[in-house]
């Protein structure tokens, strides 16, 4: 079954709007990871948030982590048309499985 | 770094025959995972070795599927028979600690007809 479940599941916005995606998860974890997809490609790790850790930034991304409502949220500050793409959040239990939600796909339109 | 090395990239065969996919992770990472791709179920975990040990094939479908990781530096996910319903974009990462970033192959889109 699914650990981590996005919301919502498709974001469609301007260039230069931010987009902001969530991921919801069941049990307790180690850590939780962003990655990106281009369609028909890998994915590409974005960023790693350990379960000890609230808010993580790396360039335009800033990720948060709320343990207590098993939740975190990915923002992408002033959109590109370049950030089209799918966003998975993934969770990481103590076994050292990494199970990836359903996916948000973000449009960002010109 | 090459990065994670998947092939064949594109893959036809005919419902029966066997299918077999190969791998080769990073060098010097330990951890490595097969994952499936489909629209309708996403991207499920099939299974994932540490230190060419395999540590959790739950995912793994049926019978049929089978994975293999001989040394670090190769693995193989065989099909055999193949059905229509395993058609899919097979992938297959690496990392260099357990539990830590995955870095993700081109994948392997599986048609069987």
């Known amino acids: 079954s699914q650990q981590g479940e996005e919301d919502p599941q498709a974001l469609s916005i301007q260039e230069g709007e931010n987009a902001t995606m969530n991921c919801s998860y069941k049990t307790s974890i180690n850590n939780l ?27 335009r991304l800033r990720v948060t982590l709320d343990t207590s409502k098993k939740s975190s949220s990915l923002l992408i500050t002033a959109s590109r048309a370049a950030d089209t793409a799918s966003y998975f959040c993934a969770t990481n239990n103590q076994g050292g499985k990494l199970i990836f939600g359903q996916g948000t796909e973000l449009s960002v339109k010109p | 770094d090459a990065g994670v090395i998947q092939s064949p990239r594109h893959e036809v065969t005919e419902m029966g025959q066997e299918v077999t996919l190969r791998c080769k992770p990073i060098s010097g990472h330990n951890s490595l995972f097969w994952y499936r791709q489909t629209m309708m179920r996403g991207l499920e975990l099939l299974i994932y070795f540490n ?32 059905e229509p319903r395993d058609s899919a974009v097979y992938f297959c990462a690496s990392s260099r600690e357990w539990g830590e970033k995955l870095f993700f192959g081109s994948g392997t889109q599986l048609s069987v007809l």
């Open chain 1, 33 to 59: 990871q962003w990655y990106r997809q281009n369609s028909g490609r890998g994915l590409v790790h974005l960023i790693l948030i350990r379960s000890n850790e609230r808010e993580k930034h790396s360039g």
């Open chain 2, 51 to 82: 230190n060419n040990v395999p540590i959790d094939d739950s995912g793994m479908p049926e019978d049929r599927f089978s994975a293999k990781m001989p040394n670090a530096s190769f693995s193989t996910l065989k099909i055999q028979p193949s």
